[in-house]
């Protein structure tokens, strides 16, 4: 079974970074890309970044471009969101996911709240 588990979420203040992970189970981890999402409150998903599946190739969102870093870890079935200079629009549930084939899967979410 699939399966994507993130964490690290929390409170940060304005221009403080948070670094999340996201936990693979149940498939080839080193042959899948990877991405990560946001949603905020009363908003569609967004799309903040991705990570191709050798880590050799990332990209992202215009809004994050220069602040947020993906990485991942194949050894491990570890894939990062590096957040910095975070802002408080940006407070919001944040998603693993991971395209396989004609399926998608999502993990359950961490929050990310930006606030002082």
């Known amino acids: 079974e699939v399966q994507l588990v993130e964490s690290g979420g929390g409170l940060v203040q304005p221009g403080g970074s948070l670094r999340l992970s996201c936990a693979a189970f149940?498939?080839?981890?080193?042959?899948?890309?990877m991405g990560w999402f946001r949603q905020a409150p009363g908003k569609e998903r967004e799309f903040v970044g991705g990570i191709s599946w050798s880590g050799s190739i990332t990209y992202y969102a215009d809004s994050v471009k220069g602040r947020f870093d993906i990485s991942r870890d194949n050894a491990k079935n570890m894939v990062y969101l590096q957040m910095n200079n975070l802002k408080p629009e940006e407070t919001a549930v944040y998603y693993c996911?991971?395209?396989?084939?004609?399926?998608?899967?999502w993990g359950q979410g961490t929050q990310v709240t930006v606030s002082s």
């Open positions: 996911y991971m395209p396989l084939g004609v399926n998608e899967y």
């Open positions: 149940g498939f080839t981890f080193s042959s899948s890309a």
